[in-house]
């Protein structure tokens, strides 16, 4: 499985973007599928996570800003930010993990947010 990420990019504080993760394949839909962010010098952490029973959840941090979504017919997750923040600036990751305990990561894209 390939993950490719995209819709990063340069925005202002209050502004929105939205993130797309695309899945190689024909198992999209049997994945859980999460997002996850990287800041500079900081370690990744968890952003959202879609599981493939539709079970959604948040990191408090970005709680009534982001959305998590999927399309399983077009192997798409997606992440809607809205009210961005400077503390948002990081390079996104999308994740896919599978029951067979196997893990995928997209290459990541970068979110810088000017105050």
């Known amino acids: 499985v390939q993950l490719q990420a995209s819709g990063g990019g340069l925005v202002r504080a209050g502004e929105s973007l939205r993130l797309s993760c695309v899945a190689s394949?024909?198992?999209?839909?049997?994945?859980?599928m999460s997002w996850y962010r990287q800041a500079p010098g900081k370690q990744r952490e968890l952003v959202a996570t879609?599981?493939?029973?539709?079970?959604?959840d948040y990191a408090d941090s970005v709680k009534g800003r982001f959305t998590i979504s999927r399309d399983n017919a077009k192997n798409t997750m997606y992440l809607q930010m809205n009210s961005l923040k400077s503390e948002d600036t990081a390079v996104y990751y999308c994740?896919?993990?599978?029951?067979?305990?196997?893990?995928?990561w997209g290459q990541g894209t970068q979110v810088t947010v000017s105050s």
């Open positions: 394949g024909n198992i999209f839909f049997l994945a859980t």
């Open positions: 879609h599981t493939r029973g539709d079970s959604i």
């Open positions: 994740n896919a993990d599978f029951p067979n305990r196997r893990n995928y």
